[in-house]
């Protein structure tokens, strides 16, 4: 049938400026190369959205794509989402900075080779390649690839966003309280039939994002234990 | 294009049928009353089915109580009338196809059931598939960006969390005579299935409930709560380890779409105009020999329009 380019799908964008790499002729192309296309994207958080993690309570992440005529992109908005994070700052969203330093899968992110502490960018079989968050990177297993998660990294990178939204303040208990209740609503759906593996199971996870100060008494029970 | 050369058989009969794909999902969510719903207000698409909206303001009006006040005070501030205006910019995407001559000979009259005789045609016929799977993936992407939240980070999905999130829309008054549409990965749907056989008890046991067992193959699982329908997507974004759902209901997204006519210089298979916004045009390849390229193209976007409307339902991926 001959060698012909690949079809040019919806997602099929032009590379970010000065960093999309010539894609390599099929018969060139490594095995167990990355596949498909994510675009470049931008995180956004604000103080009166947080979520539970790890025994920690830390910033909800807005991510805007950098895709045209998505999320109110324009036409331009191909490398960096201005209309996506115009419209969320209109919300009460900010940007995060490119430059908040962390610790992830056991590196320091300051002066990483993307130019931004959060983002990675990975050559695929596209013309542009893939964008991925810092705390997930792929691991090829042969046909297959994975993306592990360095959730410590991800809770770090959150604890430098929460400063920087705190700036030197404190966190309000009323925002402390606002962002344990919806794991605490969940967990407690569980307490009727703690006799269940899988419910026994879910419920010290949810009961294990939520801070040990925060625990209210009738899930104090299924707290891990500090050793 | 991946036609495969046993199928190119002069001697074997073959026949030509439409391949499974998870996007085939895809046809009963954009079919769904809430995505209905958007699409009667967008511009271009509005007229076809019988509405129109260019754009749309958000105003803020008949939430507020008044407040006690004595004769001979001084007046009270007025409040605020700051609508939001939300417009989005249509911009091209486009899908394309290299045919290459003998194939399109070699394949002639294979196409069987929904395949059209001529692959050509099925080329065409392709389009609105792929125009359906891009509107709906701008509309599953934008989650990301939502305000409200129901669901926990690195956690699997939850009979709560779904019933919580709806509730909480419930409450603020986002839900319309469409109810709502929800989408998670298949992950997430199994979560939820292996959850509420966890519950035990009255939702174990909930008629509505029992749809986990009985998913039909078009992707819908089934509605909940009294108004949530429940469908299972491929396309549903993802973010750092977690994948991130939607609930929608139609006043949560805008989408706007632009119509484009091909210039008289193209050989227009299907010309964009007259209340159809998608073109498709076929030419021959001016870098590959005895190869016609056939171009599917609409300009269209998605932005979210009142956040109250949406709620992004967090689960972890694996």
Redesign the interface.
Known sequence: ??T??A????A?QPPPAGLGPARPPTSQRPTGVLQGWRPG?VL?ARLD?L????GLVLP??????A?????????ADTVDPA??VA??E??GYRRVPDDLDFECWGARRAGCASGCTYRDWYETDRVAGRW??A??RPKVLGSVI??P?D?DG?RAFQQQVLKWLLNGSELDSDLIEAACA??I??AR??L??VG????AR?LK??VA?LPLEHIPSDLAPYAPTKD | MALSGALTSTVTLNALRRAITSASKNKAAIADPVMASIIQRDAVLGPVVGALLQRMSLLDLGGGKATATAEGAAQLASAAVTPTNIAPAPTRREYARDLLDSERSQLAGLGMGELPPDILDAFVMEGVDVWGNTVLSDILALATGASYSAGTTGTALSWAALQNGYLDMVNRGAVGEAGVFAAVKVKGIKDVANDVLSLGGAVQMANQVQQFMEVGKSGYVGSFFGGLRLYMLDDVATSGGDDVGVMLSERGVLTAHKVIPLPESATVLVQAGGGNWISREAKRSTSLSATTRIETAFWTASAAADPAAMTKLVYVTV
């Open positions: 049938m001959g012909r380019p079809p040019a799908g919806p099929y994207f956004l959205r979520e539970v993690s790890g909800d992440l807005a991510r805007a794509d895709v045209a005529g998505r999320g109110g992109n324009t036409s209309g996506w419209s969320l209109r919300q991925s968050e705390w997930t994975k993306w998660v959730w991800k919806p794991a609503e969940i759906a569980y009727g039939n269940n593996h899988e419910a879910r996870h949810l994002q």
